[in-house]
Each structure stands twice: as C-alpha cells, then as structure tokens.
C-alpha cells in the first residue's frame, strides 16, 4: 500500500451513453438498450467493499431515472454521490440555459435519491468551459472535477481561466469554485494523460502502476476514473463507428477488471471530497 492519497472516481454511465459511439446510437434509443450499469457498477462496488475503500460517484442522471435503487445502493455502501449531469451531452454544444438545467436537475433528483448534499460535478468527456465554471458555482456546486490538460484529445474542454494552486490537490477559480483535475505525468519531455479509463486499459498495468507511483512521489495526489463499462467485456459492439473511436472504446475490456482488482490491492482509495475535509482542518488550525 501507498500512504499517499488516491482519489478514486467513478463515472456511472451506460456503455451506450459513450461519445466514442455516438451516430449510430442516439439518443432516442436508449431506453430500448440493454440496461447493464448496475452490474458493472455492482462490482466495482464490491472490489471497494473488499478493500474498505471509499469512492466518488458521478452519476449520470438519465442513469438515476432508469435505476433510482443504484443511486440509493451507492449511498448507503457510504460512497460520495456527485453528478455527471443529466443527459451526457458535451458542455460546448448546449447553450448556456440548457447546461444550467441540466446541472440543476441532476443536483436535484441525486440530493432527493440520496439523502445528501451534492458537491461535485463532472462533464462528460471532459467538455468543461469558462462560461460552465460560472453556471456550476451559482447552481450551488462547491467543486468540479472535469478539468483535463491534454490539449491533444479532440474532445476536451478548455479554459481560457486557469485554476489556481490551492491545497491537497485542490486548485480555485476566482468565482471560488474548486477543481479536482484529472492527473497528468509529468516528466522531461512531455505531459502524459495518466487518470483512468482508456488510458487504464490500453497500459499494462506494471507501467501504469509505476507512473502512478510517480505522480504520487512528485505531486502528492493522484486522481483515478473509470466507467463501469471499462470493466465489460461482454458488452454489445457497435458496428459503424470509426476505427480510432472503436479502437479507444473497446480497447483491452477483457483485461480491465483484474487490473483494477491489481490496483485497489496496490494503493489505499479516497473519495475527493476527503481533499475538503483536510483543506478546512488545515483552515481550522490557521
């Protein structure tokens, strides 16, 4: 185990919410898809459960409409229930109206399943913007945790206003809206996007263990995502999408769920609101 803190995160969503096969599924036929959420979701829960771990859960809310239990089952295992938002639509191509809806609506109906004081956002694909930093913090979210800083994927956001350093992880927008970026190795030479998901999968794990060790040895922190369709290898293949979104989709299914395992049995796992927590005992003591 590693005393130092990783923060794990899950992005409930289904396999076929993915931007990766956006075309030939849209949106209007996703209630006929086969729901297969809750069990990916189930046993990423119960590799957490195994290891005493607590997690943080951006959960979509079209995923809580169709499976309110899933969000209450979440809750009581004593995990942080963020949101995703409520339709997994990219920030940049809603206007400024509809994203307030939908990050209102989502905050709502996960603070009603749940029980508790929602927290924390983040977009899908990462699509975070300056104008959303505004909208996140006056519907009443204290952090977002979208902010990914490789300029070469062609689907992150981008921030014209860059977050300041802050404490444990924690950066601050001048609106004083916290961000919890995703984490990139830094090395000489380069950045490299090194958080979770298809980065998780497309790695063999001795190299993805050694640059997260990395991270946590030059940075402290070390920020961690995963879909539960990561995990399923057995989910439907889509055909007509092109080869590099079918390449980053379903690139090393079959071997992701025993590197997780391998990963939660190497490192100690904390929500990212845990970063709050020792952010105001550190302001306490001031």
């Known amino acids: 185990m590693n005393g130092k803190s990783v923060y794990f995160?899950?992005?409930?969503?289904?396999?076929?919410?993915?931007?990766?096969?956006?075309?030939?599924i849209i949106r209007e036929i996703w209630p006929s898809l086969e729901e297969r959420a809750r069990r990916n979701t189930e046993k990423i829960l119960e590799l957490l459960g195994r290891n005493n771990a607590k997690a943080t859960f951006f959960i979509l809310g079209y995923m809580a409409r169709?499976?309110?239990?899933?969000?209450?089952?979440?809750?009581?295992?004593?995990?942080?229930?963020?949101?995703?938002?409520?339709?997994?639509?990219?920030?940049?191509?809603q206007d400024p109206e509809d994203f307030r809806r939908d990050v209102t609506d989502s905050k709502k109906l996960l603070e009603d399943l749940s029980g508790r004081k929602v927290k924390g956002y983040r977009a899908p694909t990462f699509s975070i913007t300056d104008r959303a930093v505004d909208i996140l913090k006056e519907s009443g979210y204290e952090y977002d945790s979208s902010l990914f800083p490789f300029s070469a994927h062609d689907r992150y956001g981008r921030l014209r206003e860059q977050p300041v350093k802050g404490v444990r992880g924690l950066l601050s927008f001048n609106n004083g809206l916290y961000e919890?970026?995703?984490?990139?190795?830094?090395?000489?030479?380069?950045?490299?996007?090194?958080?979770?998901?298809?980065?998780?999968?497309?790695?063999?794990?001795?190299?993805?263990?050694?640059?997260?060790?990395?991270?946590?040895?030059?940075?402290?922190?070390?920020?961690?995502?995963?879909?539960?369709?990561?995990?399923?290898?057995?989910q439907p293949r889509v055909k007509g999408i092109k080869f590099f979104d079918r390449f980053r989709h379903y690139v090393n299914l079959k071997k992701a769920y025993s590197k997780l395992s391998a990963f939660s049995a190497d490192f100690e796992f904390e929500p990212i609101e845990k970063m709050f927590r020792e952010k105001e005992t550190r302001e306490s003591t001031v």
């Open 9 to 24: 995160s899950v992005d409930v969503e289904d396999w076929y919410v993915a931007e990766n096969l956006k075309g030939p």
């Open 66 to 93: 169709r499976d309110p239990g899933l969000v209450k089952h979440i809750a009581a295992a004593g995990h942080e229930i963020a949101s995703h938002g409520m339709a997994h639509r990219l920030i940049y191509e």
């Open 180 to 234: 919890a970026p995703l984490s990139m190795l830094k090395i000489p030479g380069g950045s490299f996007p090194w958080s979770g998901g298809g980065y998780f999968r497309l790695l063999p794990y001795y190299i993805f263990r050694a640059g997260v060790r990395y991270i946590l040895a030059s940075q402290g922190e070390y920020l961690f995502y995963i879909h539960p369709w990561d995990i399923d290898h057995a």
